[in-house]
């Protein structure tokens, strides 16, 4: 890609610089800005990437990207070897710019979203992917509006792209599968994080359906074993090319003889073609689902059954989602604070239920974007807590104390209500021992994972 597609692309207007520049990598981040870089001025809600288009040309940027900006003359004539360009809108521009670059690659796109688990499951798939194809994948979760076209604007070499979609609004999934233009989509689950902005779990599964819009001809991999999901598939099979995976209920490739450990699973994955051994190396049933999930694709593909194999022995989770250590005072921590719904919290309180400890901890904090269902869910949560093994629960947040309402009604349960995350250390120092396990869980917001780093 070269300046003067840009301009084509964008309808910008050159202030200075060399139409014939190479534009290999692109940044929006002056602090992070390498040689060569090409610097968008985004607009965020604090402050306006483009005013600082100076700094990202002294870092090394050889072209700006920017918007309503003042050019004094004085400024043209010291970066006159730099390239300046002007557009109505940077944001707009970095769609059309990443669009663009897609439409380059005549590779297969996995684009993966839902409720919960997108980043373990496009994890999974990348890993297996990447044994075959070499693969572009979204780094960490970014995976919204500005995050998902600076990922396609790194594609080189690339053979496959393994995409994550977020979202919490209407209209939001459209927009970036218009952008990314999938070959293969991939739906998760259909939960209730954030029930609160769209009002229904019905609301959210036509949201992430938005995915399909972008794809020429629609085929999607999904969990048979979320209800709305399966109810979906059952009506819609005639009319869209769906791959489905279960535990449960009948589907296309099936986990079966599941043995489930602390540190990993194995199961046989089996299809009406074969049947496959599965080694998981992170534990948890839902991690099998992913891993069936990434297997599907992996068939997809034409990947091979070794390679597939490979790829989800080897695979390793983004940090922050159930990173498990060990302390120095000999207690295991399982840190998974990095997000939290209903969903995802159930799923960690029954992989805490089921790890070998002396005593089991559970530190637990607010689910965000809940509106009116908040108190509902948060009750659901401590319901889950009260039928488990658990001996101690913890928790801070405004919502939370509806967790420890709902844990109080068994007894052998000890429950602390604490302000803060100081408080939740102090306790914690004075409390933790040899032997206990300790999850810690909670929205992001929560910043529960400084919890985690001072322990």
């Known amino acids: ?21 190479e534009c290999e990598n692109f940044s929006k981040d002056t602090r992070t800005i390498q040689n060569g870089d090409i610097y968008i001025g985004i607009k965020g809600e604090k402050f306006d990437g483009s005013q600082f288009w100076c700094q990202a040309l002294d870092n090394g940027a050889d072209a700006v990207i920017i918007d309503n900006i003042e050019i004094q003359q004085k400024e043209l004539e010291k970066y006159s070897n730099k390239t300046i360009i002007k557009v109505e809108n940077t944001l707009e521009a970095l769609y059309e710019i990443a669009k663009y670059k897609r439409s380059l690659y005549d590779i297969p796109v996995i684009a993966v979203t839902g409720s919960v688990g997108k980043t373990s499951t496009k994890d999974i798939i990348a890993s297996v992917v990447s044994t075959t194809y070499k693969t572009l994948k979204t780094e960490g979760n970014n995976n919204n509006n500005i995050g998902l076209p600076l990922t396609i604007l790194k594609l080189k070499d690339h053979e496959a792209l393994v995409i994550e979609m977020g979202m919490n609004h209407f209209r939001e999934i459209s927009l970036l599968t218009d952008i990314a233009k999938p070959t293969l989509a991939v739906i998760t689950n259909i939960g209730t994080s954030h029930i609160g902005n769209l009002g229904s779990r019905e609301n959210i599964l036509k949201a992430k359906l938005e995915i399909l819009e972008g794809m020429n001809q629609p085929k999607i991999i999904i969990n048979n074993d979320n209800d709305l999901l399966h109810k979906w598939q059952e009506e819609n099979r005639e009319n869209i ?19 489930l450990r602390e540190n990993g699973s194995e199961f046989l994955a089996v299809s009406e073609k074969q049947n496959l051994n599965i080694k998981v190396p992170v534990g948890g049933e839902h991690f099998v689902y992913n891993a069936l999930c990434a297997t599907l694709v992996g068939y997809n593909l034409g990947i091979s059954n070794k390679q597939i194999q490979k790829g989800i022995s ?33 799923a960690s309180i029954e992989f805490l239920n089921n790890y070998t400890g002396t005593r089991k901890i559970a530190v ?51 429950t602390y209500y604490f302000n803060n995350n100081e408080e939740i250390v102090e306790k914690l120092s004075q409390e933790l021992r040899n032997g206990d396990v300790i999850l810690v869980k909670a929205s992001n917001g929560m910043k529960f994972f400084e919890i985690c780093q001072k322990l």
Do not use: W
């Open 364 to 414: 637990l904090g607010d689910m965000f974007e809940l509106g009116e269902f908040s108190e509902e869910l948060h009750r659901k949560v401590g319901k889950e807590v009260t039928q488990k093994n658990i001996d101690i629960l913890i928790c801070a947040g405004e919502n939370s104390k509806y967790i420890i309402e709902e844990a109080e009604k068994n007894p052998e349960i000890q």
């Open 241 to 259: 090319e769906i791959h489905t995976f279960g535990i449960e209920n009948k589907s296309d490739l099936n986990a079966e003889n599941i043995e």
């Open 1 to 21: 890609m070269k300046i003067r597609d840009i301009l084509n692309i964008t309808k910008g207007k050159i202030i200075v610089g060399n139409e014939d520049l």
């Open 314 to 346: 080897q695979f390793e989770l983004t940090k922050k989602r159930m990173d498990i250590r060990k302390l120095e005072n000999g207690a295991i921590l399982i840190n998974d604070a990095y997000n939290a719904s209903y969903e995802s919290m159930k």
